[in-house]
């Protein structure tokens, strides 16, 4: 019996046998992978969703890459934004900002878990505060909003000429000139949904306006005024006691086109 299995000729057959049907196997394996795989990549629906995805991909990318040359952040001072040396010009004012305390900090997230259910301010009486359009407004509040602007630049464009999917222009934008308490209200909670600015809708992918509610009123005003008098507008001034008029805004939800006072070009 043991002489039997040990004969060599029947070892070499059944070694011959056993690779024969292993390699069987791995070339039908290697078949189907072969087959299924060529399959999923010619699905014409997958590729041109991919080609979708790349094509919006590669217009943000050179978007961005356009806004964030170099620009000129202070007058004289060229700069590649956002490079690190402009950090330190925005590291200045938030500095020099007073934070404002808020009693549960995730009240400055809209609509957040202590969503602010407060009665609106007087929208009309704040925006009669507004210094008549034209009125010169201070340098140094000028000087300050511009270097805070920077924030503002990386979505909305130092020239406040926008980026295509990441913000809309200021630049020719009638919110810009129209009510103070719209332009407020936006940094208090932000603004999500189409927006029509220069007679055009406008989407985007996410409620991406920043809420900057935890700056102080003098700091908002200021880079509010740099935009109301900037890029073609001379729309006057942004006192910071109309900010804080409407500090009850703080922790509502995103706000809508439709939550704003609709401007009236003059
Ligand atoms: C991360 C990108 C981003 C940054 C940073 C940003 N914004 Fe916006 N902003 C947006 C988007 C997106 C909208 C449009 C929101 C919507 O309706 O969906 C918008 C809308 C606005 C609007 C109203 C629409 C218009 O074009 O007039 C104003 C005014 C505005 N932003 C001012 C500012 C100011 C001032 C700052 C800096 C303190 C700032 N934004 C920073 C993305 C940004």
Known sequence: ??????NPLIRFVAFWWALGVFSLF??????????????AESNPLEEAAA?????AAAKVKSAQAANLAYKEVEAGKVVQVPPHDVFP?????????KGVAVKDPAQIIPGGPAVNTSADADFGAIDKMSPPAGTAPDEAAMAA???????CAACHGMDGKGTPMVGPPLAGSEWVDGPVSNLIRIQFRGLTGPIHVGGQELTFAAPMMPVIAAMDDATIANVLTYVRNSFGHS?????????KALRSETGKPPLTEA???KPTKP
Not at 89 to 97: C, F, P
């Open 26 to 39: 791995a070339v039908i394996l290697l078949a189907l992978k072969l087959l299924g795989g060529g399959k």
């Open 259 to 261: 939550d704003l006072i």
């Open 51 to 55: 080609a979708k995805r790349y094509e």
């Open 235 to 243: 729309a006057g001034p942004v006192l910071p006691d109309q900010v």
């Open 145 to 151: 909003g511009k270097a805070m602007f920077t924030v």
């Open 1 to 6: 019996m043991s002489s039997q299995n040990d």
């Open 89 to 97: 010009i925005i590291g200045k004012e938030l500095v020099a900002s």
